[in-house]
């Protein structure tokens, strides 16, 4: 009787765990038990006792080839493997969010390298991109002789869009990364499995924390960047085009309407829990040591864009169509 089922080492862990396979060859003939497990869903397909096959035969091929997707898994099984597990941990770490106890200490020390620590970045970002939109606006709208619309175009423009989307993407870059990196350094020093040999939830350790701090964070974050790119209108309006702070302000408040605010104070709720997800994912599943490390956080980077990206445009769709 011979067992092909084999365990993955390094990378391959995790993937190890989709298709388990035992072939038992018995008198020349083939009889197959298998069973899948999958992120989201862990279930076994028992396969019933095939009948006598023939080693070689086209069935034997192919079940040759399920076999060879336990150590050499396709991308495509990887991609669905990384989202079923951030599925996974999202609905963990929604479980734990909402019931006691509470890392509070840690919280605050993530609020604050979480939000204090990217208050530059997002702030010289949103300045200088206020002052791009009104330096644009300006140039075109003065063809038709109604340069007085800066105030509108800077505004909507940034509340509505630019504003959380460039926030979410300078937190996701600089914030998604960290935490990739700094778990996944705690997960590769063996620091995560020994939390759990000490019966710590590490959902509940490292990933909660995280998750409060982003989601806090985030919208505030892009408040403050909405503020700053409206100064950044107002410094080209009064200084290049000639108008006054008070005609400008006056333009700012008079376009702002209840459906702008709602959407541009939703979705920095929803890229921060996107950015937060992928940066745990990441980082508790990294492997390889230092290499592995850097490939966790680039990966998140990544995926955090695309993600926050595709995020904006259903999301955008969404409050629109609801909008009365």
Same mark, same amino acid.
């Given at each position: 009787?011979?067992?092909?089922?084999?365990?993955?080492?390094?990378?391959?862990?995790?993937?190890?765990?989709?298709?388990?396979?035992?072939?038992?060859?018995?008198?020349? *003939?083939?009889? $197959?038990? +298998? *069973? /899948?497990?999958?992120?989201?869903?862990?279930?076994?397909?028992?396969?019933?006792?095939?009948?006598?096959?023939?080693?070689?035969?086209?069935?034997?091929?192919?079940?040759?080839? $399920?076999?060879?997707?336990? *150590?050499?898994?396709?991308?495509?099984?990887?991609?669905?493997?990384?989202?079923?597990?951030?599925?996974?941990?999202?609905?963990?770490?929604? #479980?734990?969010?909402?019931? @006691?106890?509470?890392?509070?200490?840690?919280?605050?020390?993530?609020?604050?390298?979480?939000?204090?620590?990217? &208050?530059? &970045?997002?702030?010289?970002?949103?300045?200088?991109?206020?002052?791009?939109?009104?330096?644009? *606006?300006?140039?075109?709208?003065?063809?038709?002789?109604?340069?007085?619309?800066?105030?509108?175009?800077?505004?909507?423009? $940034?509340?509505?869009?630019?504003?959380? #989307?460039?926030?979410?993407?300078?937190?996701?870059?600089?914030?998604?990364?960290?935490?990739?990196?700094?778990?996944?350094?705690?997960?590769?020093?063996?620091?995560?499995?020994?939390?759990?040999?000490?019966?710590?939830? @590490? #959902?509940?350790?490292?990933?909660?924390?995280?998750?409060?701090?982003?989601?806090?964070? $985030?919208?505030?974050?892009?408040?403050?960047?909405?503020?700053?790119?409206?100064?950044?209108?107002? /410094?080209?309006?009064?200084?290049q085009e000639g108008l006054t702070a008070? /005609?400008?302000?006056?333009?700012?408040?008079?376009?702002?309407?209840?459906?702008?605010?709602?959407?541009?104070?939703?979705?920095?709720?929803?890229? +921060?829990?996107?950015?937060?997800?992928?940066?745990?994912?990441?980082? &508790?599943?990294?492997?390889?040591?230092?290499?592995?490390?850097?490939?966790? +956080?680039?990966?998140?980077?990544?995926?955090?864009?695309?993600?926050?990206?595709?995020?904006?445009?259903?999301?955008?769709?969404?409050?629109?169509?609801?909008?009365?």
């Amino acid at each position: 009787m011979v067992n092909s089922g084999s365990r993955d080492q390094g990378s391959g862990t995790k993937m190890g765990r989709l298709f388990r396979p035992q072939v038992l060859e018995i008198g020349g *003939s083939i009889q $197959l038990l +298998a *069973s /899948f497990q999958f992120p989201v869903l862990s279930f076994e397909f028992p396969v019933s006792i095939l009948p006598s096959l023939t080693p070689g035969s086209p069935i034997c091929a192919k079940i040759s080839l $399920l076999m060879s997707m336990q *150590s050499n898994p396709s991308g495509f099984v990887r991609t669905v493997a990384s989202i079923g597990g951030a599925f996974r941990l999202t609905g963990q770490a929604l #479980v734990r969010m909402v019931t @006691p106890p509470l890392d509070f200490g840690e919280t605050l020390r993530q609020l604050d390298r979480i939000g204090v620590g990217s &208050l530059n &970045l997002t702030n010289i970002t949103a300045l200088f991109t206020g002052m791009v939109l009104a330096v644009q *606006s300006a140039y075109t709208l003065s063809k038709f002789g109604a340069r007085f619309y800066i105030g509108e175009i800077v505004t909507l423009s $940034l509340v509505r869009e630019l504003g959380p #989307v460039l926030t979410a993407l300078m937190v996701g870059g600089r914030v998604g990364s960290g935490i990739a990196a700094e778990l996944g350094s705690m997960n590769v020093t063996e620091q995560v499995d020994a939390m759990r040999s000490m019966a710590a939830d @590490p #959902v509940r350790k490292l990933v909660v924390p995280r998750l409060w701090a982003t989601l806090l964070m $985030l919208p505030a974050l892009t408040i403050l960047a909405d503020g700053m790119g409206i100064i950044g209108g107002l /410094f080209i309006a009064v200084f290049q085009e000639g108008l006054t702070a008070d /005609f400008y302000f006056t333009r700012v408040f008079r376009a702002l309407q209840f459906n702008d605010l709602l959407l541009g104070l939703t979705k920095p709720a929803v890229f +921060a829990f996107i950015i937060a997800i992928i940066g745990c994912y990441n980082g &508790l599943n990294a492997r390889g040591g230092a290499d592995g490390v850097g490939r966790a +956080a680039t990966n998140t980077v990544y995926a955090a864009s695309i993600c926050i990206l595709i995020a904006d445009f259903f999301f955008t769709k969404l409050i629109i169509g609801l909008a009365p």
